[in-house]
């Protein structure tokens, strides 16, 4: 169950519109907390759907915010793009209480996108989801050639590497004769 | 669309490696040297072992699978991949091309591209012995575990005598087997033993060799062990001062009669009386009808001692934990 609002901040959201449930609607009151990633569009997620997230969960054990503390201060998750975050709420609400099947069909399909996504759900510690996202990065190469995977993984060859090596070491020769000459000048 | 891989915290980097397949390490590695050594640091590969046979088709024993490195000449078929059923299994393959200095250079390559520790198995296969020498000293260097040896279908006798003395500088941990059948006045004293042997022309293992064996199974054919010897063998077991490990003793000598006795029984030596006994271990052995014979210390034991076409004593030690002897029903004779 996500709700987004666009252009709230962390210090004051915006009430968050809500979607309906796609599970059944729980007997007790379900509590809900907000976060928001860099654009500031504030997402509701359960506290259910968040238990996904071994960081925001520890977060919510730790604070023990009532409803209305949890509406006035979302967590904030400035590293995390707007859009990533979005992904990363929907899969935990379509994961919300059940068990991770095997092979997941619900993962984020973009591509384009497989790198954020990693790095942040690898940030918010959601075990299951980074499992899922790994298998997919490994599987891009699965019967690719070397020169395919060194492409689909843009991993440069040794040649880069060794040119990238010889740049670095210039540049820090060139940075240690500054600070030399700087320290030189200073005890003049 | 590509994903920079390389540029993940190692955590992450270390999470997509664990799921590649040694297939996938290798063509990692023909990417970049940089990239395929941060692979092998990042990468669980410790418990990986290699299998050398030789030839054209080196394995890597990886996560309970079989993967099979096999050369080829045509470039188009370069890193192709199949997966066939072989031994009632599925093996994974892939063509490559061979470096120039050819299986033992690939065998180094693997080594290190993947940080193996342990030979799962290495084996001189049709005559390809120079390769496997060539090997052997390297893992001697290196003090390498070499779990399996086998030394088998040699065009050249002497190839494998000259090989034989490199054993006692090898660490074969868990089996060693020999279908050699080397020159008569050939001599070989094993300095360690692997957890077995095999030996299909065994005329060279005296007595003597025997009696200091730590082998926990046996297995001699063409032995030329006589009742006498076998007997003060057997004698030296029962007091702990012989085959300190056995589990399985299996000899086939043709000096094996019913001239003297062994453990104080001429052969044969089979138990002709009700109720029959089958003995199955662990080793998946079968003895049907052996006599119980006991260690000083008490350990249980069955064996039975054939004379005809191919006299044999064979020999179990119980261990409650993995063996199970049983009586056969009367109305069971005809199945046996």
Known sequence: MSSTEQGTSSAAPAEPTTAPESAAAPEVPE?????????????????????????IHGMISNLGYTEEQAKANPFPFENIDGDILQMVVDWCNQHKGKPTPPEDTNLPKQKEKLFDLVLAVNYLEIKELLTYCCKQVAMMVKGKSPEEIREIWMIPTDAEDEAAEKEAKKRAGKEAAGETAAAAGDAK | MPIALFKFPNDLLREVLNLCDPFELYKLSK??????????????TK?????YYGGNDMTICADGSNYHFKKTQKPRDYFKTERALRFGRYNDYMYI????????????????????????????LFGKLHNVSKV???????KMEIEEFRINKIDNVQDAVNIMPMLSQMNITQFFECSIKFPPDFQFEFVNYPSQISISKSFWL??????????????????????????????EWKNASALPNLRVLEIESNNIDNQSPILDMIPPIINANNPRVSIFNKFYDTMIDGVQVKKNDGTEGWMRVDLGYRPALKLFIVDPADTVVEEIPEDDDDDW
């Open chain 2, 47 to 51: 418990m990986w072992k290699i299998g």
């Open chain 2, 136 to 142: 052997a000293k390297l893992l001697m260097d290196r």
């Open chain 2, 31 to 44: 990417c970049s040297k940089k990239c395929s050594q941060k692979a092998t640091m990042l990468r669980d």
């Open chain 2, 206 to 235: 005296n007595i003597n060799q025997l009696s200091n064996c730590t082998c926990t199974r046996v297995h001699l054919q063409q032995s030329m062990l006589t009742n006498k010897e076998l007997n003060v063998l057997l004698h």
């Open chain 2, 97 to 124: 091309e061979f470096p120039k200095g050819g299986s033992f250079e690939l065998f180094v390559y693997l080594l290190e591209t993947f940080g193996i520790r342990t030979v799962k198995s290495m084996e001189a």
């Open chain 1, 31 to 55: 509590s809900f907390y907000y976060v928001h990633g860099k654009d500031k569009v504030v997402h509701k997620v359960s506290a259910g759907a968040l238990q996904h997230s071994a960081l």
